[in-house]
């Protein structure tokens, strides 16, 4: 009889996982507690799908941070020209916008993933949806796995000779991952790092004003800076506080400020094309009887939410200093109290720790039990280096799972 893997949860991860193992004739059961596979890959397809980034490897792998060491092993035998080429197997060719990152052409993921399941399906893997594993693996070191799981019919206990976890982040729980298998995994005597929000938006104290008039405006053309973090984009104000590329970007830092101190301040340059004396040399024309705002806008071109955060943040008496009012221009420092909520993020920090892993990926607590993607504890920001990880991570944990089985016949 074939060797058996089940692997559990139908992400990208888990779905490269299946695809490596179906490929050397394993018998590969794939497991999901939703009622379809690759939720969260086809929301990720609402933005576009953007899939990979183009830019060189060397600076691709330094996206992972302190990651990037585990990262890279991965990604060296899945570059992100070995994922167009495969997007392209499955008949999707691929694009690379101006920013430098990549996207299917028809800019959603349900062509890619019909056609993906469609090849497993091919290929002889079993999908078996609903199917929700509720903890308690009971490995035993060469003699397979016993897992459980709870169907909307009963529950069912399976065999495998070796398992794969996919089973994803915290973020987004409506479309599966819901991260209630830290607890579990950690129940098994495995180091998990809590899941965190990455990529994600941040609370401010908006004043009820500022917050009724700016709610969901668009502050474009800005640079960011905080710590060693410069950035030019641009984000959004919303009613709890700031969100968008821009914010996502520095998100990692300012999450770790916040934990470390209870808050952030950033810092943002309203004028990233002028200089301070340009500022001051054109604030100080007479004002007359206009308006500060419509000086402002008369003057530096500046109005709406901009203006709004002088207002919000800068002592009225300052302004009528030109040196501090372009110095607030230029500096404008807006404290973020706290992170929105993990279930909002695109993404989770955190989850299985390296050192509960061998070079393969197995969990050392468990042998023949491997893990892929999103639940492993690394992070990256959004460019498509979310997705690739992802896949590259699958395919390891694929391979390694192929290995393992033949060491263990
Ligand atoms: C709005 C949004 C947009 C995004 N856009 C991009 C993008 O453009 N580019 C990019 O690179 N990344 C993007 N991402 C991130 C990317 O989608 C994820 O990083 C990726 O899907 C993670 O893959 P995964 O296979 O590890 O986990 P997931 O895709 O989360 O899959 C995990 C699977 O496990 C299943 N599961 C969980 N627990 C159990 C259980 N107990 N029993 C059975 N099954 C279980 C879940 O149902 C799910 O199907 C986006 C994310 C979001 C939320």
């Given amino acids: 009889m074939n060797d058996s893997v089940a692997i559990i949860g139908g992400g990208p991860a888990g779905l490269m996982a299946a695809e490596v193992l179906s490929g050397h004739g394993v018998q590969v059961d794939v497991y999901d507690s939703m009622s379809s596979l690759g939720r969260k890959f086809l929301m990720a397809g609402k933005s576009g799908l953007n899939l990979t980034h183009s830019e060189p490897f060397e600076k691709f792998v330094s996206r992972y941070g302190n990651r990037k060491n585990e990262v890279e092993k991965w990604l060296s035998d899945f570059t992100p020209d070995d994922l167009r080429e495969w997007a392209r197997g499955l008949g999707v060719e691929t694009f690379v916008g101006t920013s430098g990152r990549v996207f299917p052409k028809e800019m959603k993921a349900s062509p890619l993933l019909r056609a993906w399941l469609k090849r497993l399906g091919d290929a002889g893997v079993n999908f078996h949806l609903r199917h929700r594993w509720v903890g308690g693996i009971i490995a035993g070191d060469g003699g397979g796995s016993i897992i459980k799981f709870e169907t909307p019919e009963d529950e069912k206990t399976v065999h495998a000779d070796a398992v794969i976890l996919a089973l994803g982040g915290g973020s987004w729980a409506r479309l599966g991952s819901d991260g209630v298998w830290v607890h579990w995994l950690k129940q098994a005597g495995v180091k998990v790092e ?176 491997f893990c892929a993607g999103e639940m492993l504890d690394w992070e990256a920001p959004t460019g498509g280096y979310l997705l690739t990880a992802c896949f590259a991570s699958g395919r390891k944990a694929g391979n390694s799972a192929l290995a393992w089985l033949k060491d263990h016949q």
């Fill in 194 to 369: 809590a899941l965190k929000p990455s990529n994600c938006g941040f609370d401010v104290t908006w004043s009820p004003h500022f917050r009724e008039r700016f709610d969901g405006q668009p502050l474009k053309s800005v640079v960011l800076s905080f710590g060693s973090f410069h950035q030019q984009g641009e984000f959004i104000v919303t009613k709890e506080g700031v969100e968008g590329s821009l914010i996502y970007a520095a998100s990692a830092p300012l999450r770790d400020e916040i934990e470390a101190n209870g808050k952030a301040v950033l810092e943002l340059d309203m004028t990233p094309d002028r200089s301070h004396e340009w500022l001051v040399e054109r604030l100080s024309k007479p004002r007359g009887s206009r308006s500060m705002s419509s000086h402002l806008e008369k003057t530096v071109g500046l109005k709406g939410v901009k203006v709004g955060l002088l207002h919000e943040f800068m002592p009225k008496e300052e302004f009528s200093n030109t040196e501090r009012l372009a110095a607030f221009i230029k500096h404008m420092p807006i404290p973020l109290i706290a992170t929105r909520p993990l279930d909002e993020a695109i993404s989770s920090a955190g989850g299985v720790m390296f050192e509960s892993l061998d070079e393969h990926l197995m969990l050392r607590e468990l042998p023949g039990i």
